[in-house]
């Protein structure tokens, strides 16, 4: 009964980050993020290669990307701004006549920090406002959040849970216009203990590191566009 209470919760705030990033993005600040990276799931790996005769394997999950939606506020005495966000992410593996693929629906709250303006107050980052565009661009960003994560071995669904993960990462934010801004960003994101059931048929389970378990590492790169719906 716990496990699906804390399902349910979970489920919920999906939901109302959703609806609260969708509508808020209607009247003010929208934000269209687009990424591209790798994804590494090490015990994962460890298990699908003991099934693969001796030799170099690529390691799961390979390649994949990532969109997202997201509404922006900031603190009004403080660089400090936050970016609730609605993403959809998908990796694919074809190795050895098999298709590994893993998709998930979530949210992110990215906070960003931005160290050389901290104490501004300007609505950075604009080429109408005066200052140097560089020192107002740079942040720092450190993003929890929360996704639904479906796993597929072939056409087969493998197992779907809620997984809550954590990003940190840097960014620069370019203004091309007063309602228009540019931002490229880095970004690690670690994915906690995950689960992919099936993923280890076949294998002797009393070998350490069969499991159906294992965390991500995400390294993404990818471009933030954002866009003022207003210019008050």
Same mark, same amino acid.
């Given at each position: 009964?716990?496990? $699906? %209470?804390?399902?349910?919760?979970? &489920?919920?705030?999906?939901?109302?980050?959703?609806? @609260?990033?969708?509508?808020?993005?209607?009247? !003010?600040?929208? #934000?269209? &993020? /687009?990424?591209?990276?790798?994804?590494?799931?090490?015990?994962?790996?460890?298990?699908?290669?003991? =099934? *693969?005769?001796? #030799?170099?394997?690529?390691?799961?999950?390979?390649?994949?990307?990532?969109?997202?939606?997201?509404?922006?506020? &900031?603190?009004?005495?403080?660089?400090?701004?936050?970016?609730?966000?609605? %993403?959809?992410?998908?990796?694919?593996?074809?190795?050895?006549?098999?298709?590994?693929?893993?998709?998930?629906?979530?949210?992110?709250?990215?906070?960003? +920090?931005?160290?050389?303006?901290? $104490?501004?107050?300007?609505?950075?980052?604009?080429?109408?406002?005066?200052?140097?565009?560089?020192?107002?661009?740079?942040?720092?960003?450190?993003?929890?959040?929360?996704?639904?994560?479906?796993?597929?071995?072939?056409?087969?669904?493998?197992?779907?849970?809620?997984?809550? *993960?954590?990003? +940190? #990462?840097?960014?620069?934010? +370019?203004?091309?216009?007063? =309602? *228009?801004? /540019?931002?490229?960003? @880095?970004?690690? @994101?670690?994915?906690?203990?995950?689960?992919?059931?099936?993923?280890?048929? !076949? @294998?002797?389970?009393?070998?350490?590191?069969?499991?159906?378990?294992?965390?991500?590492?995400?390294? +993404?790169? #990818?471009?933030?566009?954002? =866009?003022?719906?207003?210019?008050?």
């Amino acid at each position: 009964m716990a496990l $699906e %209470f804390i399902f349910d919760f979970m &489920r919920n705030l999906l939901v109302a980050i959703a609806v @609260v990033v969708i509508n808020s993005s209607v009247s !003010g600040q929208l #934000g269209i &993020r /687009i990424n591209y990276g790798f994804s590494e799931a090490p015990r994962w790996t460890k298990t699908r290669n003991m =099934l *693969l005769p001796p #030799g170099q394997h690529p390691k799961l999950l390979g390649e994949g990307y990532r969109i997202g939606i997201d509404h922006a506020f &900031r603190l009004s005495q403080k660089r400090i701004e936050f970016y609730p966000e609605l %993403f959809f992410s998908r990796y694919q593996q074809n190795y050895a006549n098999r298709r590994y693929t893993y998709h998930a629906l979530g949210v992110n709250i990215h906070t960003q +920090i931005y160290p050389l303006d901290f $104490e501004g107050d300007c609505d950075c980052p604009t080429f109408s406002k005066q200052g140097n565009w560089l020192k107002k661009g740079i942040f720092l960003s450190l993003s929890p959040g929360i996704q639904y994560a479906s796993k597929f071995l072939d056409d087969l669904n493998g197992d779907s849970d809620f997984v809550p *993960l954590v990003g +940190i #990462g840097m960014g620069l934010d +370019i203004g091309v216009s007063d =309602l *228009l801004t /540019i931002t490229p960003v @880095v970004q690690y @994101v670690y994915t906690f203990s995950d689960s992919w059931e099936g993923l280890d048929f !076949g @294998v002797d389970p009393s070998i350490e590191y069969s499991s159906n378990n294992s965390s991500l590492h995400q390294f +993404i790169a #990818g471009i933030r566009v954002g =866009l003022r719906l207003t210019d008050d």
